[in-house]
């Protein structure tokens, strides 16, 4: 295990944290393609370094669903490890429920700050069985809980019933629609942080209509530009923000592709280029990039430094 030890360890301020930026870390696999954490130590260092607020693990940047429920606590733990105190950790759980609170409890043992609940993609969900879903994990873990909203469909009235479970902090918003965001919040307890779930490029659409912060796979590649980023639209800066959102859509766009199925492997293979070696995605990740994707991410990592 390795540990990166002897920093001083920081007041904990969630709140605060749930406002900055909650950087996905990758999940980085040795030559036998078992999860090696060990890799992620220069990356995480490098995030914590340009000032990402809140690294979090086992979200869908770090191939959630493609780790077992043993690799997905083996991944907590050792990044808990790592971040030795120097900032607060999210922790990611889902699937089935017992998995969710196998992986909330190891979480929690491990010392994560706090836990994302990813939406259950199970075909057959239904708003209150939802609710005990999140009580099931906020039992079983005792955490304070980010909603990780990727279908609005549930309605507003579903959104603040879940948001009204005691433990619920935050809601990571991860549908591009600005208006359901702004009506959900305006239905919930005010002290809930609203958070940007969709990156750098649609955080301005989300700061107008309320919400603060935003989730961030670049901080692995450039986590300075997704640092500045954040201060301008915490200034209120919207130009800026726009100008230095602009100068990273080629990466954004990359990702993007096939259905998001490049979501990754764009940022694995940024790092691969950068010469931090984190393995292939899993399928049905796409892996690698085609000859153009590469290339197209190529000239940007060339063009802004990167490499």
């Given at each position: 295990m390795t540990v990166i030890a002897e920093a001083a360890p920081r007041a904990v301020d969630l709140d605060t944290a749930l406002t900055g930026i909650s950087g996905i870390?990758?999940?980085?696999?040795?030559?036998?393609?078992?999860?090696?954490?060990?890799?992620?130590?220069?990356i995480l260092?490098?995030?914590?370094?340009?000032?990402?607020?809140?690294?979090?693990?086992?979200?869908?940047?770090?191939e959630f669903y493609?780790?077992?429920?043993?690799?997905?606590?083996?991944?907590?733990t050792e990044v808990a490890a790592m971040m030795a105190g120097r900032a607060p950790l999210l922790a990611g759980v889902g699937r089935g429920v017992r998995d969710a609170c196998r992986l909330a409890r190891a979480s929690a043992d491990a010392g994560a700050t706090a836990l994302m609940i990813h939406q259950p993609p199970d075909p057959f969900v239904s708003p209150r069985g939802t609710v005990d879903y999140i009580r099931a994990v906020s039992d079983a873990a005792g955490l304070p809980m980010m909603l990780y909203l990727r279908n609005d469909a549930i309605g507003t009235r579903a959104i603040a019933d879940l948001c009204a479970i005691p433990g619920v902090k935050g809601v990571k918003w991860a549908t591009p629609n600005p208006m359901k965001l702004a009506e959900a919040r305006a239905a919930c307890d005010p002290s809930i942080v609203w958070v940007g779930g969709l990156a750098e490029v649609w955080a301005?659409?989300?700061?107008?209509?309320?919400?603060?912060?935003?989730?961030?796979?670049?901080?692995?590649?450039?986590?300075?530009?997704?640092?500045?980023?954040?201060?301008?639209?915490?200034?209120?800066d919207y130009a800026r923000a726009r100008d230095l959102i602009a100068g990273m859509k080629t990466f954004e766009d990359i990702r993007a592709e096939e259905l998001n199925g490049t979501n990754v492997t764009g940022v694995k293979a940024a790092l691969l280029a950068q010469g931090h070696e984190c393995g292939p995605t899993r399928p049905p990740s796409a892996w690698p990039l085609t000859a153009a994707q590469q290339a197209?991410?190529?000239?940007?990592?060339?063009?802004a430094g990167l490499v």
């Open positions: 870390l990758v999940t980085p696999y040795d030559d036998a393609g078992d999860v090696a954490p060990a890799r992620l130590a220069p260092d490098r995030a914590l370094g340009a000032g990402v607020h809140m690294p979090v693990v086992n979200g869908n940047t770090g493609a780790l077992t429920t043993d690799e997905a606590v083996t991944m907590v301005p659409a989300f700061y107008a209509v309320g919400a603060r912060g935003f989730t961030s796979g670049l901080i692995n590649v450039w986590p300075e530009r997704s640092i500045a980023i954040h201060a301008a639209l915490e200034a209120g197209r991410l190529d000239t940007f990592l060339k063009g």
